[in-house]
């Protein structure tokens, strides 16, 4: 059986956040590696990767560091959806396959169930399903009391949905040659011919099994859903403390942490699991990091800075600042006394602008979004939800209150007036009321 991954598509949700999404590193691995090593564990090891021109380089160069398995490569030219992906791999599918989207995160019992049903049936597909409690913007599976699947929907408008089965795409075909024959005979402009496919497949008769899994698990559509993901992850780990690490015998530190090879811990900092901090990261002298924070490599977190439920990528600096509830991307540096706002005066949701309408990030705490190669400028002020583009710099003084584009500076206007001062300065008062201070 070969395993499948989907690494074709472009995250177009995801600005200012410009690396794929499988390859968006949590706790030093890909979302990509974390899927590769539950399908080794499930017992697969034969897999078909199909990227794109702009990240077929970086997956083959990950994809040699793992021994004892077996990787084909495909190349999606543009993002024409699943259907296209797998109709320009034909040629490397036969029989049963796999298809994975190694954006989602969930547990190894995922592949443990699918296998397991499709050992103890005779259906020609096996498709994963999760009971949700709310909408979510993705595909639903409606089943007959059997399992096997009625009906499939990409994308309803909330309170259409066929039923509370989200698609999760964990998908097994034991004909890979039936269902690009029904690929191919799909007609649609939209980018879901694949559950167009697999929607008419089981109104001819093609046996269709709805597996259903209630484990962990957490997709990636938006950029704060990376949030999401650092919180699961750090749930299901425990405490890794690398023997090279140095801690001041000042500083503290509770709870479930995990820290990386040569991370430095300053006086009087503070840590508050769980929490990840990476290789060669210095936490600085009364630093405060608190519970789910995820800390890339090679930063400093620098004197007095507060990082409260955020991500960080690699390469970051701070000094004095607060950074909350944010998501800020690779190579960024904050001045003294710069913050991310993460709460509304108001205390309402905060949303998010996506083009000409406001995205909903179910969130009444939320900071900013800041891609890479950023520099915030000192004492500056970050509102919730302001999305910031790489390559941005946010001038000193500013207070953003609006979204950056890539390679945009925002400055704030001198409000200076120069005058000559007729203020006489009294040493000897100040004398006085030091030593009225020292009585």
Same mark, same amino acid.
Not at 87 to 98: H, N, T, V
Not at 128 to 151: C, E, M, S, T
Not at 173 to 189: F, G, M, V
Not at 231 to 258: E, Q
């Given at each position: 059986?070969?395993?499948?991954?989907?690494?074709?598509?472009?995250?177009?949700?995801?600005?200012?956040?410009?690396?794929?999404?499988?390859?968006?590193?949590?706790?030093?691995?890909?979302?990509?590696?974390?899927?590769?090593?539950?399908?080794?564990?499930?017992?697969?090891?034969?897999?078909?990767?199909?990227?794109?021109?702009?990240?077929?380089?970086?997956?083959?160069?990950?994809?040699?560091?793992?021994?004892?398995?077996?990787?084909?490569?495909?190349?999606?030219?543009?993002?024409?959806?699943?259907?296209?992906?797998?109709?320009?791999? %034909?040629?490397?599918?036969?029989?049963?396959?796999?298809?994975?989207?190694?954006?989602?995160?969930?547990?190894?019992?995922?592949?443990?169930?699918?296998?397991?049903?499709?050992?103890?049936?005779?259906?020609?597909?096996?498709?994963?399903?999760?009971?949700?409690?709310?909408?979510?913007?993705?595909?639903?599976?409606?089943?007959?009391?059997?399992?096997?699947?009625?009906?499939?929907?990409?994308?309803?408008?909330?309170?259409?949905?066929?039923?509370?089965?989200?698609?999760?795409?964990?998908?097994?075909?034991?004909?890979?040659?039936?269902?690009?024959?029904?690929?191919?005979?799909?007609?649609?402009?939209?980018?879901?011919?694949?559950?167009?496919?697999?929607?008419?497949?089981?109104?001819?008769?093609?046996?269709?099994?709805?597996?259903?899994?209630?484990?962990?698990?957490?997709?990636?559509?938006?950029?704060?859903?990376?949030?999401?993901?650092?919180?699961?992850?750090?749930?299901?780990?425990?405490?890794?403390?690398?023997?090279?690490?140095?801690?001041?015998? #000042?500083?503290?530190?509770?709870?479930?942490?995990?820290?990386?090879?040569?991370? #430095?811990?300053?006086?009087?900092?503070?840590?508050?699991?769980?929490?990840?901090?990476?290789?060669?990261?210095?936490?600085?002298?009364? %630093?405060?990091?608190?519970?789910?924070?995820?800390?890339?490599?090679?930063?400093?977190?620098?004197?007095?800075?507060?990082?409260?439920?955020?991500?960080?990528?690699?390469?970051?600096?701070?000094?004095?600042?607060?950074?909350?509830?944010?998501?800020?991307?690779?190579?960024?540096?904050?001045?003294?006394? %710069?913050?991310?706002?993460?709460?509304?005066?108001?205390?309402?949701?905060?949303?998010?602008?996506?083009?000409?309408?406001?995205?909903?990030?179910?969130?009444?705490?939320?900071?900013?979004?800041?891609?890479?190669?950023?520099?915030?400028?000192?004492?500056?002020?970050?509102?919730?939800?302001?999305?910031?583009?790489?390559?941005?710099?946010?001038?000193?003084?500013?207070?953003?209150?609006?979204?950056?584009?890539?390679?945009?500076?925002?400055?704030?206007?001198?409000?200076?007036?120069?005058?000559?001062?007729?203020?006489?300065?009294?040493?000897?008062?100040?004398?006085?009321?030091?030593?009225?201070?020292?009585?």
């Amino acid at each position: 059986m070969k395993v499948v991954f989907l690494c074709g598509g472009v995250g177009k949700r995801m600005f200012p956040i410009t690396e794929d999404k499988f390859l968006i590193d949590f706790m030093g691995r890909t979302l990509l590696e974390r899927q590769i090593m539950m399908a080794r564990e499930a017992g697969l090891n034969d897999f078909v990767i199909i990227g794109n021109p702009s990240n077929i380089d970086r997956i083959r160069q990950l994809a040699t560091a793992i021994t004892d398995v077996s990787f084909s490569f495909s190349i999606q030219q543009q993002a024409r959806g699943i259907a296209d992906a797998l109709r320009g791999a %034909a040629s490397l599918l036969d029989g049963e396959i796999l298809i994975v989207n190694p954006n989602d995160v969930f547990e190894a019992e995922a592949y443990r169930a699918l296998l397991s049903s499709y050992t103890e049936k005779k259906a020609c597909s096996y498709l994963l399903g999760y009971r949700v409690k709310q909408y979510f913007p993705g595909g639903y599976l409606a089943a007959d009391r059997d399992g096997r699947l009625i009906h499939i929907l990409e994308k309803p408008l909330p309170g259409t949905e066929p039923s509370n089965l989200v698609n999760i795409l964990l998908h097994l075909h034991t004909d890979s040659a039936a269902l690009l024959r029904s690929i191919a005979a799909i007609k649609t402009t939209r980018d879901d011919a694949y559950e167009c496919a697999l929607d008419n497949m089981a109104r001819e008769g093609y046996s269709i099994q709805v597996v259903p899994y209630d484990g962990l698990w957490a997709p990636i559509k938006y950029p704060w859903h990376i949030l999401d993901i650092a919180r699961l992850l750090l749930d299901s780990c425990g405490r890794k403390v690398s023997p090279s690490v140095t801690i001041s015998d #000042h500083a503290v530190i509770s709870g479930k942490v995990i820290l990386g090879e040569n991370v #430095h811990i300053l006086e009087n900092a503070v840590i508050r699991g769980p929490v990840y901090i990476g290789p060669n990261t210095v936490i600085g002298n009364n %630093a405060l990091i608190r519970e789910y924070s995820h800390i890339g490599s090679n930063c400093v977190v620098g004197f007095s800075t507060e990082v409260k439920g955020s991500y960080i990528g690699n390469g970051c600096w701070f000094h004095s600042n607060y950074i909350g509830d944010s998501i800020i991307g690779n190579n960024c540096s904050f001045g003294a006394g %710069a913050v991310t706002a993460n709460l509304r005066f108001d205390e309402n949701e905060i949303k998010v602008k996506s083009e000409q309408e406001w995205l909903s990030t179910g969130r009444d705490h939320f900071g900013a979004i800041i891609g890479d190669n950023c520099k915030i400028g000192i004492n500056s002020g970050i509102l919730p939800g302001r999305r910031i583009g790489p390559g941005s710099i946010v001038g000193s003084h500013v207070c953003l209150d609006i979204d950056l584009t890539p390679g945009m500076m925002a400055l704030g206007r001198p409000q200076y007036k120069l005058v000559r001062h007729e203020i006489e300065l009294n040493a000897e008062k100040n004398y006085e009321l030091k030593k009225h201070l020292e009585i």
